[in-house]
């Protein structure tokens, strides 16, 4: 009896027991028959939750059938995968939707089996069913956004890929397919196995893909050469990233691809212009260093030498002048073809500016190896050259320096080649001179005149001597030429051929131009003081002073200070500073006669003569060259000169003065001849201010036509 009891409440304690689990379960625990309605015969408290339905109205078909609850687009659908299910034997799983009592849809998943008769007969069915709406949302949510993300993959302009990191493709869209020249992707992934080394133009750059995305994750604007399928090589970016799984191990990398050919082919155009001469096409002067530098590193790996020769064309400013820029700049692309054709492959050309050139010479095993190669570029220029109706014979100054003999600095090497190229010039240009440790000297020597010049003015260095110019008639003086010196502290006197074109260069002419002017209007004065007599100066004005400076102004203002009869200042100026700017000549040349001064043409007859603008400019005075004197005595054909020059003079009503009369023979000649002045050490050399107050104590020379003042 006792145990009867405890038999009983155990029983009914196990199934309280297992009612809490099932009314506890997520969904809802089901027996239903096996019939067309599926007849509920028991369902757990999960059922209101999940169908809206309370468990009684379920029960029995009561209020409702579960059949009639399945949608009714899916009841032949999941009785079918029963049926199957029983008819194997199985379990059945399926995913349906049902209607809840509110008439929303929900998505539901079904796991359960058969319940048996003893003939083997199905009658019922057992199990559960759960709500899996929130699952189906998010699966249709992904599917929505993978069918957005395989459109835009199927779609994109832009080539889309996945890679294993070893350098495999995974996937890759139609875009990338195209970019890469192949008809589909599936070609693209079946033959592309080893990035590295069948995409890249540069096998190195997959390894940097890969480092690049192990230090950072991903790349950004990651640029390369690319091969295409048929052998030509494009430009892409990529902006690609590591897909990992939760360990942190990369799975695969994805990214985009961009065609930037264009761009980068415009990128190369902007930076050749930048590096290219407009006019010539060969490098201009800012590829110079970067081209040098690149030669000297391959010359220091090889041992082997570099030529750098600096080329100037001689008296191209003229042609330039006279026929115009036009003329000018075809001379330069013709000059510039010739240079080209002398040349081998493996020189490189240079437009430093202007009229000058750079040659860079590499791969010499010597110096002397430069010497063929600069006769061949010389050779070139010197054939005739026709531009329009004219024919011209050019020929051209090139300085040489050597790397690394010279220097190995490339700043240096230019400084080197270009002082070369000065001193070939000052040899009377056509000419190639090669850099040496006496160049260097003298540039030496040039730097340290150029900086003294910046303080000799400020210490009262330079000075002014008079030679006199003597009448040839009467041996009277007939004026004085101021002649500049500069007495240097540690150097001693220096002649102006020393720094007058130093002077002319760095721009110290213009000052020093008016100090003479200044100092010889001061001269006049002192001797009108001390000897009574107002006697001419003349002082030498150079081409650049002429052409670029306010000589006008200057002349105008000193004249003025220093209160000086403007008649008596004759200003000097070689022949040839017309032919730099002729208009800017005549220009200054009258407004200079405006103002009373007298004009001189110096070194007369060694520039371009010319009958016309002799009589037709306002000069006063022609003084021959001495080079026409100097060997007087062994040279007719000097002697024929002169009396060309002194008759030429005569014609136009001009006073001819001669200079560097030396001998006694000399000065009967041009006397005969009819010459009006001479001038020269016959006669006095050029005299210091002391040496000239002793000249007039113990000479007293008479002077020629001048008005004496009483003193």
């Known amino acids: 009896m006792q145990n009867d009891i405890m038999e009983s409440l155990l029983t009914a304690q196990q199934q309280r027991l297992l009612d809490t689990l099932l009314d506890n379960l997520d969904g809802m625990i089901y027996r239903c028959l096996y019939d067309s309605n599926w007849t509920m015969i028991y369902v757990s408290k999960g059922c209101e939750t999940l169908t809206g339905y309370p468990a009684h109205e379920l029960l029995l078909n009561k209020s409702t059938s579960y059949e009639t609850m399945t949608h009714p687009d899916d009841r032949d659908k999941a009785r079918a995968v029963i049926d199957a299910a029983i008819q194997k034997g199985e379990r059945f799983e399926l995913e349906y939707r049902i209607v809840r009592a509110n008439g929303d849809i929900t998505w539901v998943a079904e796991r359960g089996s058969a319940v048996f008769d003893n003939n083997g007969q199905p009658v019922a069915l057992e199990g559960i069913i759960q709500d899996i709406s929130g699952r189906k949302r998010i699966e249709d949510e992904l599917f929505s956004t993978e069918q957005k993300y395989r459109s835009m993959f199927e779609n994109s302009t832009l080539g889309m890929f996945q890679t294993t990191e070893s350098g495999t493709y995974l996937n890759a869209n139609p875009a990338l397919a195209k970019l890469y020249g192949y008809v589909s992707p599936e070609a693209l992934i079946g033959d592309l196995n080893n990035i590295s080394t069948q995409l890249y133009v540069a096998e190195s750059r997959r390894g940097e893909f890969t480092d690049a995305i192990r230090a950072q994750g991903r790349v950004h604007n990651f640029e390369s050469e690319v091969y295409r399928l048929n052998g030509e090589t494009i430009w892409i970016s990529e902006n690609a990233h590591a897909v990992c799984d939760p360990q942190g191990e990369i799975l695969y990398y994805e990214g985009t691809v961009e065609d930037i050919t264009d761009r980068k082919n415009h990128e190369l155009q902007i930076r050749q212009l930048a590096v290219t001469d407009n006019l010539t096409g060969l490098l201009n002067r800012h590829a110079f260093s970067g081209k040098l530098a690149s030669l000297i590193a ?48 493996t020189d490189a050309i240079v437009r430093f500016g202007g009229d000058e050139f750079v040659m860079l010479y590499p791969r010499l095993r010597v110096a002397e190896d430069a010497e063929p190669l600069l006769a061949r570029v010389m050779e070139a220029i010197s054939q005739p050259i026709a531009i329009g109706d004219y024919v011209f014979n050019m020929t051209c100054s090139v300085g040489v320096s050597i790397y690394p003999d010279h220097a190995k600095e490339i700043d240096t090497l230019l400084s080197c080649a270009d002082s070369a190229l000065y001193s070939a010039k000052n040899a009377g240009k056509n000419k190639v001179q090669m850099f040496s440790g006496a160049l260097a000297q003298q540039l030496g020597e040039r ?106 102004e200057t002349v105008q203002r000193v004249l003025r200070q220093e209160r000086v009869p403007p008649h008596l200042i004759t200003l000097e100026v070689t022949e040839n500073a017309r032919f730099k700017d002729e208009a800017m000549f005549t220009r200054t040349l009258e407004q200079l006669k405006r103002l009373g001064v007298c004009i001189a043409i110096d070194d007369f007859g060694i520039g371009y003569s010319n009958m016309a603008y002799l009589k ?94 009483a003193r």
Not at 305 to 316: E, S, V
Request: charged share 20%; proline share 4%.
């Open 447 to 552: 730097n340290e005149i150029e900086y003294g010049l910046g303080h000799a003015m400020q210490r009262q260095e330079l000075m002014l001597y008079y030679q006199p110019q003597i009448n040839m008639q009467h041996g009277n003086i007939s004026a004085l030429e101021a002649l500049i010196r500069w007495q240097h502290p540690e150097r001693g006197l220096i002649p102006p051929d020393q720094f007058i074109p130093v002077a002319e260069e760095t721009g110290h002419i213009f000052a020093i131009g008016e100090w003479v002017l200044q100092t010889a209007c001061q001269k006049i004065k002192s001797m009108q003081t001390e000897w009574g007599y107002m006697v001419p100066i003349a002082v030498n004005v150079s081409p650049i002073q002429f052409l670029r400076g306010n000589l006008v």
């Open 616 to 709: 037709n400019y306002p000069i006063d005075e022609l003084k021959i060259d001495k080079a026409f004197v100097q060997d007087l005595e062994q040279s007719v054909t000097n002697g024929n000169i002169l009396l060309a020059l002194i008759n030429l003079g005569k014609s136009l009503h001009k006073s001819v003065t001669a200079e560097g009369i030396e001998t006694e023979y000399q000065h009967r000649f041009l006397l005969h001849s009819g010459c009006d002045v001479g001038q020269g050490y016959y006669y006095s050399r050029p005299l210091s201010d002391e040496a000239l107050a002793q000249f007039m104590r113990e000479q007293q020379p008479k002077f020629d036509h001048f008005q004496q003042v």
């Open 298 to 345: 391959e010359a220091d790996k090889t041992q082997n030498k570099i030529a750098i020769a600096f080329i100037d064309l001689d008296h191209f400013k003229l042609i330039n002048d006279t026929l115009g820029h036009r003329a000018g700049d075809k001379l330069l692309e013709n000059v510039a073809q010739r240079l080209i054709q002398s040349t081998r492959p």
